[in-house]
């Protein structure tokens, strides 16, 4: 006989590798006001769950922690004022909370209905997953913080991250000329086939020169970039006069050197930037959110789905990362 | 008997300390096309002079070299086109230009029509040499790149030069708080006597302490800095959320940290600013222009003399900056 009363959930008790998690039996908890639950039928990773594993995240975590941001599945209960959900809605979860307190990895997930969001039907509930977290902070970087024009060059560095992608998918519905990065020449076929115009392999060439080529010496408007350390000086050097930098991560250990001369010539903007900017904005993120509604139906923006494991596998998961 | 076909003009024939600086008898030109001539009554002294003799300045020079920014005086003779000054006109010079081609330390000096301006009748010649480089460049970062809003929270450093006591009368002029940072105690009455509402000396007491204690710990709005180095990472720990630092100058010699987890947490804008972007936009000019008049004739704005040398006596001016 199955125990309605408890279900499965992914939980770690110390900071350290994949293998911290754990599947724990807990009980069923019932919605508070504002609150959803959702029988959860699919959940995506992101780097910022690995982060927060080992204890190097914006939050960190209260032993033993639950943690995860994006869930797809069914609501199956409605916590007190929760009136733009009912049950049985499909719904996945856009990453707008702490993730100790409402972290998503389980069999069930309660999230404030404010990051609950209905999904295009054309979509399955694994691709619901790949939504949210990497189109919302490809959205704020580029339309709201880079005001991103269309013909002007958008270059995206770690570009095969799944938010990289989301970058050179948004570039091109923006009418953007999109630039973008790799290490090895490996991803170069997959991300010419996400929509980049070019791709530079690091390892085997030089990003200001293959910039300066790409640009007839005119270098990049707008920059997106999650490493920091020493590319931010090669991204001082490859930006056109009047470019902007986001920065939206430390993929980098080395201190990161800011390009003074570089930013006194040209007049550089470089502007740190998290999700959280536009996820705890309610009119940015309804106009965010309609935006890639838009590019989801027309397919402009089409979610990629690297893996998919089976849930007893999280740390198998985990370490496929 | 005067020979009016040459007069004294100020060059150096190497890079170097004040010493390189020598007074020529060099003929009289005439202004070409668009261009002016000057009877210079007096000049002021910039830091970007300085910079130039030394060969660190943005432009290099072309040995031997003119040098100089900012003059005032009458117009003696007028290029063709000019329609917009007539002879004996009074006239100050906006630092629109190239300084090694139209250095304006001279008896004489031609600068473009576009970077010469009619300036207050309530003020000397010599209050006339000391209004464009520091208010236009005080006007461009804390209006144009910084959108200083009354009530805001601006941070100036290295307060006591002359753009410095520009940003603080026009953070004033433009409703905001304003907190300046000097070294030593030296200049603390001065800095209170321009209108600062808080002054800082930063070998006394900690920056990022006093902001926060002088904001209730929320820190500044706008920082206009011309330091870099290490300063960055300070006004990184400084700044509210939101922030914007913007860096005019390079005054540190060690390199400049990006603070990348600070502008994550915070959402800051950095942004590289020198005074050419708006000498070289007319109507960002003409802007900028307006403003300024205004506050000089309300005596908002006051330029501040710090001292006044014979011409003969130029490298020592030099050496006093």
Known sequence: MKDNSHNRIVRFHRLGDAS????????????????????????????????????????????????????????????????????????????????????????TAIVPAS????????????????????????????????????????LVTAASSSVGV????????????????????????????????????????????????????RGFDLAFDPIGGTMLATLGEAAAAGATIIEYGALATEPATYPLFAALAKSLTIRGYVLFEITTNPQILAEAKEFIYTGLKSKKLTPVIDRVFPFDEIASAHRHM
Chains 1, 2 share one sequence.
Do not use: C
Request: hydrophobic share 40%; proline share 3%; aromatic share 6%.
């Open 115 to 154: 990051a609950g969001a209905h999904y295009p039907e054309n979509l399955s509930a694994t691709e619901g997953t790949a939504i949210w977290m990497q189109y919302l902070t490809a959205y704020g970087g580029l339309v709201n913080v880079g005001h991103l024009q269309q013909g002007a060059v958008l």
């Open 20 to 107: 911290v998690l754990e599947i724990e039996q807990l009980p069923v908890t019932e919605p508070e006001e504002g609150e959803l639950r959702i029988r959860v039928q699919a959940i995506g990773l992101n780097r910022a769950e690995i982060m927060f594993r080992t204890g190097t995240y914006l939050e960190q975590p209260e032993l033993p922690s639950r943690l995860g941001y994006e869930a797809a599945g069914i609501v199956e209960a409605l916590g007190a004022g929760v009136t733009e959900f009912a049950i049985g809605d499909r719904v996945s979860t856009i990453p707008a909370f702490s993730q100790g307190k409402y972290g998503v990895y389980g069999e």
């Open 166 to 217: 989301a970058a050179i998918q948004m570039g091109k519905m923006l009418g953007a000329v999109v630039i973008a990065t790799t290490r090895s020449a490996k991803k170069r076929d997959f991300l010419l086939s996400t929509g980049a115009d070019h791709v530079i392999t690091t390892e085997e060439e030089g990003l200001v020169a293959s910039v300066m080529k790409q640009t007839s010496g």
